[in-house]
């Protein structure tokens, strides 16, 4: 599969459909060289990219735990 880490568009950029765009290109690019999948990774509570990933098409499938040492 492909991975996703890190997909940040600066606030004044917003909502011109550049993450989009970016996304669509990660899975074409993913689909050309024979991926199954593409994952990607988002804050517990970043609603908002939470919404926005599950509008293109991502199901929320693992949850991944973390604790300071």
């Known amino acids: ?3 996703v880490d890190g997909l940040y568009v600066v606030p004044e950029r917003r909502r011109e459909g550049i993450a989009g765009d970016l996304l ?14 593409a994952r990607l990774s ?3 509570d970043n ?8 509008a293109h098409g991502f199901e929320p499938k ?3 735990l973390r604790q300071r040492l």
């Open 42 to 44: 988002v804050h517990v």
């Open 1 to 3: 599969g492909c991975y």
């Open 47 to 54: 609603h908002a990219a939470m919404a926005f990933y599950e």
């Open 24 to 37: 669509d290109r990660m899975k074409a690019w993913g689909r050309e060289r024979g991926c199954e999948y």
């Open 62 to 64: 693992f949850r991944s």
